[in-house]
């Protein structure tokens, strides 16, 4: 017998596929007619980093997909040769892991009466790449303008990515003589309030001092507290706030 019991298709380099939706394809079929079937198991090590799916062979219809189901494969006598395609797809996580993005692999293994075939093994190493990015969203890039006499000015600030730590910004004014944060002075991400936005309220501070046309101008800043490793490398941000004022320069008669 010049036969040998084993598998076509399987990739032996690593599959590399991305969050955003770049999947990758493989075929499998036997080598050899099985004495009885070979059931072929399909599973990713993590479902979390990615996750395997098989189409249908005639209409390209998905069949089984993790972590749903069972991705399991069933050769015959009969269909051992017919190629079956597997996908592999990238989790789409909000967590940002880098420019080596994550790694997991998939396993195959078999179970046959067919001793040939029975309890063989293989793995297909898989790199996912990333698509998530730290940083801040709502915070204006625009110079905000508020008046001594009100009305105040907002802004609402969330995170671009899931933090792994929480993420904690002290919300403060470079100069609370022009302008002051009136709520709050803290605010806290975490794993599950990340993206949602949160308010903050500033007001310019009214003086008794006329200075002019151009008002005065100061800087909220943003200063990030955190243990979590991407988001503590970050540049603290600041808003810029121009204060119009309200007074005039004039002589009192009495």
């Known amino acids: 017998d010049d036969d040998d019991a084993g598998f076509t298709g399987i990739p032996g380099e690593t599959l590399t596929v991305t969050e955003s939706g770049t999947n990758k394809t493989f075929t499998v079929e036997l080598t050899s007619e ?44 009969e269909n051992w040769d017919d190629a079956r395609t597997v996908t592999v ?79 904690v910004l002290t919300v403060s004014s470079t100069d609370e003589t022009v302008a002051t944060v009136s709520s709050p002075s803290t605010l806290a991400f975490d794993q599950l309030n990340w993206s949602t936005p949160q308010e903050v309220e500033l007001e310019g501070f009214d003086d008794s001092i006329a200075q002019g046309v151009d008002g005065k101008t100061t800087s909220i800043m943003l200063t990030i507290a955190t243990a979590d490793p991407v988001y503590t490398l970050l540049t603290n941000p600041s808003v810029n706030v121009d204060v119009s004022d309200n007074d005039d320069a004039e002589f009192i008669l009495s």
């Open 34 to 77: 099985p004495v009885s079937d070979v059931v072929l198991t399909v599973a990713s090590d993590d479902h979390t980093v990615a996750i395997v799916s098989v189409t249908s062979p005639d209409t390209g219809e998905v069949l089984l997909t993790e972590p749903t189901d069972d991705v399991v494969l069933t050769f015959t006598h």
């Open 89 to 167: 797809a990238g989790v789409d996580d909000k967590i940002v892991q880098g420019d080596d993005g994550k790694t997991t692999s998939v396993t195959l293994t078999t179970v046959s009466s067919d001793l040939n075939y029975n309890a063989l093994a293989f793995d297909v190493n898989v790199d996912v790449s990333d698509n998530d990015d730290a940083g801040f969203t709502g915070i204006p890039g625009e110079t905000l303008t508020v008046t001594e006499s009100g009305p105040d000015a907002t802004f609402t600030v969330g995170l671009n990515s899931q933090p792994t730590e929480a993420v």
